[in-house]
C-alpha cells in the first residue's frame, strides 16, 4: 500500500513559501480564521493559498464512516493520502508562484497529524507505516508552524455550533458530548506536540480578538510587524 510520492518537505520547498497548520478541537475557528487571514496576509505582500480540510470534503461527498460504511480505518486510508496529495499540488503551485516574484503562504485547513486524534497515536502510526512513511516526516518535516486553535467547548461555550460546517458529527448538548469534545481538542494539541513551532490560541477573547491573536502569531513565523 505505499504511496507512489515523494513529499516535498521543508528544504525542498525552499525560500519565500510558508506552510502553516490550522489546527484544533471541533468548531475551532479554522476554516473562518483562514478566509479572515488571507486578506490581512495579501495586503502585507503575501500570495494566500488556503488549503481545505480533506476529511469534511470526503464525507460531503458521501464518503462516511459508520455500520454501514466505511470503519474508521478505511477512512483513515483514504483521508490520509488525500491530504498527501492535496498538499503536494497547492506545495507545488507555491512554487510556481514563487518562481514568477510573489512570496507565498500556504494556510492548511488541518494537517497530516490532525487524524491521530481520532484513532491513537499506535493505529496511526502503523497506517502511515504501511504507507511508508514516519510520524517524524509528517509532523517535522512539512510545516513551518501549527496553531491550535482551541475548541470554543473550553472557555467558549455559547459559541459552539454544527450549523457551519455539515460534516461536524461532535456536539456538546450533553455532559458526555461535551467531555467528547475537550478530549478531541486535547488529542489533537497531543498529536502535534513534536513540531517545533506549535501554538495554542484559546478562547480568552471573543472570535475577533483570537484571529488578531492569530495573526500577530503567524506574522511572527513570516518575520512581519503586526501592522498598527
Sequence with gaps: MK?????L???QIGNDIWVI???????GGKTESAIRLKPL???LGYKVLINPECATILQNGGVKIGENDLNV?????????CILTQEQ???????????KGHKVVVLCDRGMMDNEAY?????????????????????????????HL????KGAVKHYTNANNPARKETIETEAGLKMVRKLDQRTLDAWQDHHYLRVIDNSTDFDGKVSRLFAEICAVLGESVPA
Design 21 to 27: 497548520v490550522l489546527t484544533g478541537g471541533p468548531c
Design 41 to 43: 496576509l495579501s495586503d
Design 9 to 11: 518537505d521543508l528544504k
Design 150 to 153: 482551541v475548541t470554543p467547548a
Design 73 to 81: 480505518v478505511e477512512f483513515q486510508e483514504e483521508v490520509l493520502p
Design 119 to 147: 484513532v491513537g497515536r499506535r493505529l496511526f502510526s502503523s497506517i502511515i507505516k504501511r504507507f511508508g512513511f514516519s510520524r517524524f516526516e509528517i509532523c517535522s518535516l512539512r510545516y513551518h508552524a501549527v496553531m
Design 89 to 99: 499540488r497547492f506545495l507545488s503551485s507555491a512554487m510556481r508562484l514563487r518562481d
Design 3 to 7: 504511496l507512489n510520492l515523494n513529499l
